[in-house]
DNA sequence: GACCACTGTATGGTCAGACCATATCTAACA
DNA sequence: TGTTAGATATGGTCTGACCATACAGTGGTC
């Protein structure tokens, strides 16, 4: 003891403050995505800390996908607070695929998981099936792996934003985002792409019908087919 | 037109270029968990830009939960490698939540898809219920629903991890810590926790001796218990 | 030899101040 | 009225300094 009161391990960083006092104005100001935060020098002054401590805490939002910085005057520069919990989320899975703290297995398990999902609540909310429609017609056209991956992406993440689900429709967006490359030698391996054209007309069919069951199964079987290697 | 060549939108800034060149880093020389980085003040040397750039880079990097910072000296100081996906989801939930760019029915129901696959997955693979078990005595011997609700956390989570999914079960620890506080509302609110603990009683035995679907359905009645507003 | 206190040093954490590039605003001017 | 030139506020970057921390070494003491 050394009788001069006790201090925890765990001392706070300057922009950790910051950080705290920004996140206790977007709750008590009850701020959302378009409203302004001070300007980097003001809010230095305001909080007492450098202005590196500030941007230390704004390079931190910035990559949560909660503020995004413009230079220049005038309304629209500085720190505005926006909504783009996608790019993070991309961010995060790349990284930590990259690091071999996750394997693609647990990726691809997770995707089965959301899609299963998104297709079952695409179905019973009756979903438009255009989009669908339009991105089968873009991999029909496609000319390469990467252009057919790019519309394939399209048709799963039409499915996603059509379960009326914004979390889960933003971490299908980010698993396929993460996984292109994969995906993109998966189509290169496969060679032949008519199996997976009959899949995504199956899913389209049964969503366009609301037969929920179907398009559940319908999602299992092309995954399957798309991944062989992975599902026993 | 100037006549000077031309430049596309988007300058890059420094400390995005030192992430770019971590990141290459981390792919080529196969680094992972564990693994140093150089010194901020050497990174800064080698790649010629400021300290400054490097640690907002630096600060990107620890909010995605990939590196970790020590000071003083020694071989656990400086940046290290970490593989902790876990805190940025949550923080990126909180925020968003916030933010009101995410409703609290988003989070639920990605917590229920998520629970369903776990729950499922668990009870195949015939997961040890051990510490289903003392999560379970833990909730029986709270006071507060403080504490009934870590002790429900800690029930979730066990499920989550024994599903062998380490992606999806850090999504489940995300969605949980992330509503912490409106789990604890929800108890208050319910007063009697004598459903939630029989629900959670089917549970534990459903997954004990491996009856999938059971433990699917389980888990289903149980969140409608406790979000009885949530569900139709 | 074993232990302990002191000093050195490499690390991240913080700050102050300067300058640049950019985008807008303002006022003078034609 | 339209245009242009300057003023200004913003983020982006750099330099250099100093602090706090924690280990590495060094030397002394027992």
Redesign the interface.
């Known amino acids: 003891m050394d009788g001069t009161g006790w201090r925890p391990v765990k001392r706070t960083r300057a922009?950790e403050d910051v950080l705290a006092q920004i996140?206790r104005r977007?709750?008590e100001d009850g701020?959302?995505?378009g409203d302004r935060l001070p300007a980097e020098r003001h809010l230095a002054e305001q909080l007492g800390v450098s202005r590196?401590s500030v941007?230390?805490a704004m390079?931190?939002?910035?990559?949560?996908?909660?503020v995004s910085s413009q230079v220049g005057r005038g309304p629209d520069a500085g720190a505005v607070?926006t909504?783009r919990?996608d790019s993070?989320?991309t961010?995060?899975?790349r990284?930590?695929l990259?690091?071999?703290?996750?394997e693609m297995r647990?990726?691809i398990?997770?995707r089965h998981?959301?899609e299963q999902?998104a297709a079952a609540h695409a179905a019973t909310a009756g979903a438009d099936t255009s989009g669908l429609a339009a991105a089968l017609a873009g991999m029909d056209a496609a000319t390469s792996a990467e252009e057919f991956v790019e519309h394939d992406i399209a048709f799963h993440r039409a499915i996603a934003d059509a379960s009326g689900?914004?979390?889960?429709a933003a971490?299908m967006r980010s698993l396929r985002d993460s996984m292109r490359r994969y995906s993109v030698e998966a189509v290169q391996r496969l060679g032949d792409t008519s199996v997976l054209r009959a899949d995504h007309v199956r899913i389209l069919e049964a969503i366009g019908r609301g037969d929920r069951d179907e398009a559940v199964r319908a999602v299992s079987d092309h995954l399957a087919h798309a991944y062989p290697s992975l599902f026993r």
């Open positions: 922009f996140e977007i709750a701020l959302t995505a590196s941007r230390e390079r931190v939002l910035e990559t949560l996908g909660v607070l909504s919990p993070p989320l961010d995060l899975l990284l930590h990259g690091l071999a703290s996750l647990e990726v398990d997770a998981m959301i999902w689900n914004r979390l889960i971490m």
